[in-house]
């Protein structure tokens, strides 16, 4: 079936680095632009960034560019978040979610992951 | 940035009542708006695109309107499985956006 899995969360200092990973099944991956979106604890949704099916156009919310980096791998079927100088605000439930036309930049996220949890505490 | 607006941000209702969701948005997003519904623990779920377009396997209690800067979610008699948080969201513009969610509750 079509789906996204999220992993690489954990618990990391102010300051430090992580790096998300999402594997994709069930759908032609380089077709599709995806998406990260957060949500901190007891909060809403937040989106974060945008990588387009190619790989080529990228978009980021103003809180995290700078810091964070998407990129794919195409070939692998996965997409990636580098996450550097972590803040305190950062800790967030993140998601990776598909986009549900094809080739399409701005689309409706119709398959979402589980998430996977990343704590930025001291 | 766009801002979406939800109202209320709870609704207190019975099962097999209507549920009417608002949401407001800052400028015009045209009708590229979307609504997704929430369970605790879970991941959000696609239920409305374009408006007013449901989703894959949504019931037809479900449905959206408006256009421009204005929007409704209606949920006609609820059902158990529709207590949640709705969020909408806009793609209209970068930064995509949503709104804080509203959370319907028995």
């Known amino acids: 079936q079509v789906q996204v899995v999220e992993s690489g969360g954990g618990v990391v200092q102010p300051g430090g680095s992580v790096r998300l990973s999402c594997a994709a099944s069930g759908f032609i991956f380089n077709k599709h632009g995806i998406h990260w979106v957060r949500q901190a604890p007891g909060k809403g949704l937040e989106w974060v960034a945008f990588?387009?099916?190619?790989?080529?156009?990228?978009y980021y919310a103003d809180s995290v560019r700078g810091r964070f980096t998407i990129s794919r791998d195409n070939s692998n079927n996965t997409l990636f978040l580098q996450m550097n100088s972590l803040r305190t605000e950062d800790t967030a439930v993140y998601y990776c979610?598909?986009?549900?036309?094809?080739?399409?930049?701005?689309?409706?996220?119709?398959?979402w992951g589980q998430g996977t949890m990343v704590t930025v505490s001291s | 940035e766009i801002v979406l607006t939800q109202s209320p941000a709870t609704l207190s209702l019975s099962p097999g009542e209507r549920a009417t969701l608002s949401c407001r948005a800052s400028?015009?997003?045209?009708?590229?708006l979307a609504w997704y519904q929430q369970k605790p623990g879970q991941a959000p779920r696609l239920l409305i695109y374009d408006a007013s377009n449901r989703a894959t396997g949504i019931p037809a209690r479900v449905s959206g309107s408006g256009s421009g800067t204005d929007f409704t979610l209606t949920i006609s008699s609820l059902e158990p499985e529709d207590f949640a948080v709705y969020y909408c969201?806009?793609?209209?513009?970068?930064?995509?956006?949503f709104g804080g969610g509203t959370k319907v509750e028995i």
């Open positions: 990588i387009r099916y190619d790989g080529i156009n990228k």
């Open positions: 979610a598909k986009n549900r036309e094809t080739y399409y930049d701005s689309s409706p996220f119709d398959i």
């Open positions: 400028q015009s997003v045209s009708d590229y």
């Open positions: 969201q806009q793609r209209r513009n970068w930064p995509l956006t």
